[in-house]
């Protein structure tokens, strides 16, 4: 039987705290050990009378693990007792081939405050154009002319749209809001 089960931190915590780990882990024992003896009976392996006499030591567990979860995390933990096997059943564990998964916590990264980014952002004509107006408008039509003709070009509608990203880090080192 495999069981995967995820937990964050703080519910692993919670789990262990509160005893529901632990329930778990029994349920799965009495669950396990009723499927095995159904099948053991269904085969004929096992007499019935064995199986009530296997039926009593699960009973007992059972009974333990609904007693007060605060009595159990007040005593120690102590070793069920081995209760005396009969000469003509022996039960064999199950040989699995089975890995322990690990518990995996999710890692949320948090974003560098600062950081560059990655992709850099595409400009439009028209914020091109806002941003050209502004540089106008505080009296720098001349430095305005003077990064046109750098980039090979008259008018801002002959700027390749290639380079409108070049063209707008020259606008905001000049003062222009883009």
Known sequence: MKISIEFNATE???????????????????????ARQ????????VPAQQTQAMAQPQQQLNNAAAQPQQQIYNSPIQQPQQMPQQQAYQQQQPVTNQQATPVQFPVQQQPVQGAIP?????YTLEQLSVAGTQLVDSGRMAELQQLLSSFGVSSL???PKEQYGTFATQLRAMGAKI
């Open 12 to 34: 692993l915590k919670d789990a262990i705290i509160s005893g529901t780990l632990l329930h778990l882990v029994e349920s799965v024992k009495t669950a396990d050990s009723e």
């Open 38 to 45: 159904a099948v053991e009976t269904i085969n004929g392996a």
């Open 118 to 122: 990655i992709t850099a952002p595409v």
């Open 157 to 159: 509608m002959q700027l």
